[in-house]
């Protein structure tokens, strides 16, 4: 099982990124994004339930960040938008074998594979 997070950039605040996840190995319930800043402990931004349809976000990132899976893979995007410095963490895919309804936050400890981060840096 892989996961390969991609996308990330140098940005300006306003500007927008798409971040992808390729996943290889097998099919997942849910899947999530997290991201961790400097000195600040791993934290959920969003996540996604295996049909796609069901969506949960952190509070900070409602209205300006969308989670989507592809349909015939297990790819797993989030779209960035409207970006704020404080937007900038290294971020992570995460998958889940378990059944996960898409209506709360996941936990970093409830995940169970982790893809490489992609860093974000946002400048003001």
């Known amino acids: 099982v892989q996961l390969q997070a991609s996308g990330g950039g140098l940005v300006q605040a306003g500007d927008s990124l798409r971040l992808s996840c390729a996943a290889s190995?097998?099919?997942?319930?849910?899947m999530g994004w997290f991201r961790q800043a400097p000195g600040k402990e791993r934290e959920f931004v969003a996540g996604?339930?295996?049909?796609?349809?069901?969506?949960f976000y952190t509070d900070s990132v409602k209205g300006r960040f969308i989670i989507s899976r592809g349909n015939a893979d297990s790819a797993l995007y989030l779209q960035t938008n409207s970006l704020k410095p404080e937007d900038t963490a290294v971020y992570y895919c995460?998958?889940?074998?378990?059944?996960?309804?898409?209506?709360?936050?996941?936990?970093?400890?409830?995940?169970?594979?982790w893809g490489e981060g992609t860093q974000v840096t946002v400048s003001s």
């Open positions: 190995g097998r099919t997942f319930s849910g």
């Open positions: 996604i339930n295996r049909s796609g349809v069901r969506k």
């Open positions: 995460a998958a889940m074998s378990k059944a996960y309804g898409g209506n709360y936050a996941l936990s970093p400890d409830g995940m169970d594979y």
